[in-house]
């Protein structure tokens, strides 16, 4: 994980957002580049479009699974599994972050700027770890 890590930091310092690291990572695991999509996710940016909301890490976390998990054109069935493995996330990302009295970006953050470089990095690492334990525990990676 040092190296996914690294590739963390090295988005980040290239101002992708949060959300915009997690699907970045996802698409780099397998070789591939959408601009859309990275560009899409950019709006869960500091808690839904900079309001302080729901973390960017958490619904980037849930775009991740849904990344491998969802529907995604016609022929394509979404995955059986896919709410348990959101109901999953959600849960472990309630009790990662109850430290910081939330899951919101505003809670995390404590109006504080330098956590978006001390805590983000570590908080989208963890949460990737976690978001790929549950696609093997599902058999989906």
């Known amino acids: 994980m040092s190296d996914i890590f690294e590739r963390i930091l090295e988005y980040s310092q290239k101002g992708y957002s949060c959300s915009q ?3 970045l990572i996802a698409l ?3 070789g591939k580049e959408n601009q859309d999509l990275v560009r899409a996710v950019a ?7 900079g309001t302080g909301g729901v973390c960017g890490v958490l619904s980037g976390g ?3 699974l849904s990344y491998f998990g969802g529907k ?3 022929d394509e069935v979404e995955n059986e599994n896919l709410k348990i493995m959101y109901k999953e996330l959600y849960n472990w990302f309630v009790e990662y972050t109850a430290e910081y009295g939330g899951i ?6 404590a109006d504080d700027s330098r956590n978006y470089v001390q805590r983000c990095p570590i908080l989208i690492r963890d949460t990737l ?13």
């Open 21 to 23: 690291v997690m699907l």
């Open 129 to 141: 770890e976690q978001c790929i334990s549950i696609l093997q525990k599902y058999d989906l990676i």
């Open 43 to 49: 709006g869960l940016r500091r808690g839904l479009g």
């Open 104 to 109: 919101n970006c505003k809670q995390i953050i």
């Open 72 to 74: 995604g054109s016609d």
């Open 28 to 30: 780099e695991s397998e």
């Open 62 to 64: 849930m775009c991740f």
